[in-house]
């Protein structure tokens, strides 16, 4: 039974963040079809006054309790989450669980946007990097569940990734793995303002007076400006709403990224940047060794061995499902080096608030 818009409540989980906040903020804005009701986890007053100004209703949740987060899904028949909480699964099944419940109880289609990362699909994750790995290729699921990781950690997303998709299958929920990539520019919401990549990249600088490299040969990641990266999870959501088939399950993973940078660049930019300001001894990309990675560590709060996963890699996930229903990054990869001198300056400022 297709859904009808106005019997369609969307849930955003978290919005305090950085990506579920600018989400937030850009849903006002954006032209949807119509929906019943929009609703935001929260977990403080503060948060709920906050997402009130977006037009949402906070509900704060116990996500330890499986029958808390049933019953409040069931009871506001909710029919379409976005799951920002972790990118590693936390709490996934068991709002899985409760949009099969609504399911059966309305006859509606149900959704669920989960929130994984380009690590999962990167050198770090066992992904394949010999060549574009395509969001769209038949193949994905079957090749992300057989990546042998290079670090436990990434073993545990890529469950997530798997355990999202087949336990929609199993209970009838159209499941969805989005992909954020290295974001950056200003958060617009009204929690976190900065993003996670560049932010390790300066924070391991400030800390090691220098920025250092840590792989061989030239790298590169996918990046997306976040007003481009929430500009994909809206053209979902305004698919569903229309009651357009964009597909679901293991055939859909969606990369929000506009293209590919090499880290070296990168850092060159943000070692120019942070020098201008003060806060390095010189603008020279070193080769870190074992005591620089130790001070990057301890800047980024991590063990020394993690370092590589936070601020370098290879990753060629290649974005093509995205395109496939509308939506067009409108910043060039090349803007995020363009932008280095504000997107240091606005994470300085924001380390310091």
Not at 118 to 130: C, D, E, I, M
Not at 187 to 198: A, D, L, P, V
Not at 240 to 252: M, P, Q
Not at 273 to 296: I, N
Request: charged share 20%.
């Amino acid at each position: 039974m297709a859904v009808q818009s106005t019997d369609v409540e969307v849930m955003d989980v978290v919005t305090s963040g950085y990506l579920g906040g600018t989400l937030l903020a850009h849903l006002q804005t954006a032209n949807l079809p119509p929906y019943s009701k929009l609703y935001a986890l929260v977990r403080t007053p503060a948060q709920a006054e906050g997402v009130r100004q977006y037009g949402a209703t906070p509900l704060n949740i116990d996500l330890s309790s499986r029958s808390e987060i049933h019953d409040t899904i069931l009871s506001n028949n909710i029919t379409i989450i976005f799951h920002l909480i972790s990118a590693f699964g936390a709490h996934t099944t068991p709002f899985i669980e409760a949009l099969a419940t609504v399911r059966e109880a309305t006859g509606h289609d149900v959704h669920f946007i989960f929130t994984s990362g380009a690590k999962l699909f990167s050198s770090h994750a066992g992904a394949p990097t010999s060549q574009p790995l395509f969001d769209t290729d038949p193949n994905l699921f079957a090749i992300h569940e057989a990546q042998v990781p290079k670090y436990d950690i990434a073993k545990s997303g890529i469950d997530a990734n798997i355990g999202v998709i087949e336990t929609g299958e199993r209970l009838g929920v159209k499941s969805y793995v989005f992909v954020p990539c290295i974001v950056y520019g200003p958060g617009e919401g009204f929690g976190n303002k900065i993003s996670i990549q560049t932010v390790a990249v300066v924070k391991a600088a400030l800390s090691a007076r220098k920025v250092y490299k840590v792989d061989h040969g030239r790298t590169t990641w996918p990046v997306c400006h976040v007003r481009d990266t929430v500009g994909l999870y809206v053209e979902m959501l305004k698919a569903i709403l229309d009651g357009r088939s964009i597909g679901y399950g293991k055939n859909v993973f969606y990369l929000a990224a506009s293209g590919s940078v090499a880290w070296d660049d990168l850092y060159e930019r943000f070692a120019k940047a942070l020098k201008e300001r003060g806060k390095l001894d010189t603008v020279d990309v070193g080769v870190a060794g074992e005591e620089d990675l130790k001070r990057m560590a301890q800047g980024i709060g991590c063990e020394p061995f993690l370092v590589p996963m936070q601020l370098a890699g290879l990753c060629t996930f290649t974005a093509e499902h995205g395109k496939q229903i509308g939506w067009t990054p409108r910043y060039k990869p090349e803007d995020i080096l363009d932008r280095a001198e504000e997107e240091v300056e606005f994470i300085l400022q924001n380390l310091t608030a």
